[in-house]
């Protein structure tokens, strides 16, 4: 992981990038993939990051349902 983090950080160092998810359960499984090599990244929703200043915010998006099918983005969107 930590190769891969200074191939992609342009710099940008792990205390000034925040992660931002939508679900809690999401923060939880992006902390145990990241926290162990990266400890000072802060990850979480959009209510924990509010009011804070970051560098960069990385988005992570998923499915909110168990169908592979997106509620509330056409067919033809999705081929984008």
Not at 5 to 16: C, E, M, T, Y
Not at 42 to 59: C, F, K, M, P
Request: glycine share 6%; aromatic share 4%.
């Amino acid at each position: 992981m930590r190769r891969t983090w200074r191939q992609i950080s342009f710099g940008v160092l792990p205390n000034d990038i925040g992660v931002l998810a939508a679900y809690q359960a999401q923060v939880a499984h992006l902390s145990a993939l990241l926290k162990p090599d990266l400890p000072d990244l802060l990850i979480g929703t959009v209510d924990s990051l509010q009011g804070q200043e970051r560098e960069a915010i990385v988005l992570s998006l998923v499915r909110s349902n168990a169908q592979v099918r997106c509620a509330g983005v056409s067919s033809a969107a999705m081929q984008y």
